[in-house]
């Protein structure tokens, strides 16, 4: 099995930071990308950023430039530190990792169970 354990979400004030966590466990031999996606009420879920194995990255155009997103490749572990937030940030951040669990196969895509994101005006 493959788990994707998130922490870091919660509530913070306009203009504040949060730093998310995401770290891959159970049988995995490669992964190809980690990423973070959001949904907020009423609306689809959507990419906020992505990075590959060889560390090149892509971030949606409404967190460019505030968020950054990283990985210890050692601890198959994400990051997303979101700076500089906005109440339109207020969503369910859902980590996601591409991956092989094992040689052979094509990379799977495997969810996170999502945390919160608040963002007070």
């Known amino acids: 099995q493959v788990h994707l354990a998130e922490s870091g979400g919660g509530l913070v004030q306009t203009g504040g930071s949060l730093r998310l966590s995401c770290a891959a466990s159970?049988?995995?031999?490669?992964?190809?990308?980690m990423g973070w996606y959001r949904q907020a009420p009423g609306k689809q879920r959507e990419l906020v950023a992505v990075i590959t194995s060889g560390g090149s990255t892509n971030y949606a155009d409404s967190v460019k430039g505030r968020f950054t997103i990283s990985r210890d490749n050692a601890k198959n572990t994400v990051y997303l530190q979101m700076n500089s937030l906005k109440p339109e940030d207020t969503a369910v951040y859902y980590c996601?990792?591409?991956?092989?669990?094992?040689?052979?196969?094509?990379?799977?895509?495997?969810w996170g169970q999502g945390t919160q994101v608040t963002v007070s005006s």
């Open positions: 159970g049988s995995i031999f490669s992964i190809n990308a």
């Open positions: 996601n990792a591409d991956l092989k669990w094992r040689p052979g196969i094509k990379e799977n895509q495997y």
